[in-house]
């Protein structure tokens, strides 16, 4: 079944502590990206991948990394959370690059940080 | 910059009524615009594609039209039912320097009543 997944699907973590949430696709999408879904602020991109080792900053990148080591996993690093990057966390992959493909998104990785 | 603007944010209809969302955009050079359902806490379904050269696209109960020129999209429910209720999410790709861009309209929240 072709499918975006993350993992975790539920994190609770406290301020400082570094954390990984992981993105896999199993379609061969070139194109990756993440997300943040916030009340009142909508969707927003995190970072986006083009291709393998081939990232760059969204809307909103400020506390966030990423890499693209392969071409299948783009995880997203907060290597010290803070309580603002309490949020609903959504990774997508598309054909080609975001401007032509149709958007597969992942279930969601929902995040507090204390 | 470009904004994506969804009207109205909420909508309450009842069951079996025809109903049109409404998605605007504020600069027409655009690849694609994709309509997404959303279920509360759960991730993003793809509902329609249209790319920049199409003017609708069909599925089932569902279609999608698109007039670059005024720059306004419209999502059209025929024959409502209790289970399309849910947040419906459009969403433009474009080229911005360089970069491939995907944003997003915040949303408006369907109810359909039995």
């Known amino acids: 079944e072709a499918q975006v997944t993350q993992n975790p699907r539920y994190l609770i973590t406290v301020t400082g502590k570094k954390l990984t949430v992981t993105c896999s696709q199993n379609?061969?999408?070139?194109?990756m990206s993440w997300y943040r879904q916030d009340p009142g602020l909508g969707l927003r991109q995190i970072y986006y991948?083009?291709?393998?080792?081939?990232?760059d900053k969204g809307d909103v990148p400020e506390g966030y990394k990423v890499s693209r080591k392969e071409k299948r996993n783009f995880p997203l690093i907060l290597e010290s959370p803070s309580p603002n990057q309490t949020s609903l966390y959504f990774c997508?992959?598309?054909?080609?690059?975001?401007?032509?493909?149709?958007?597969?998104f992942g279930p969601g990785t929902r995040l507090t940080v204390l | 910059k470009q904004e994506v603007t969804q009207i109205p944010a909420a909508l309450s209809v009842p069951e079996g009524e025809n109903l049109v969302l409404n998605c605007s955009f504020t600069?027409?050079?655009?690849?694609?615009l994709q309509w997404f359902r959303q279920d509360p806490g759960k991730g993003l379904t793809s509902l329609l594609l249209?790319?920049?050269?199409?003017r609708e696209q069909t599925s089932g109960r569902l279609n999608a039209s698109l007039d670059k020129s005024s720059g306004r999209s419209t999502l059209y429910i025929a024959a409502s039912q209790p289970g399309d209720s849910a947040t419906y999410l459009c969403?433009?790709?474009?080229?911005?320097?360089?970069?491939?861009?995907?944003?997003f309209g915040k949303g408006t929240k369907l109810t359909v009543n039995p």
């Open positions: 997508a992959s598309s054909w080609g690059l975001a401007g032509v493909g149709e958007q597969f």
């Open positions: 379609m061969n999408h070139e194109y």
């Open positions: 991948s083009m291709n393998v080792e081939v990232t």
């Open positions: 600069d027409s050079a655009i690849y694609n």
């Open positions: 249209i790319q920049s050269s199409q």
């Open positions: 969403a433009v790709g474009f080229t911005q320097g360089g970069s491939e861009k995907l944003v």
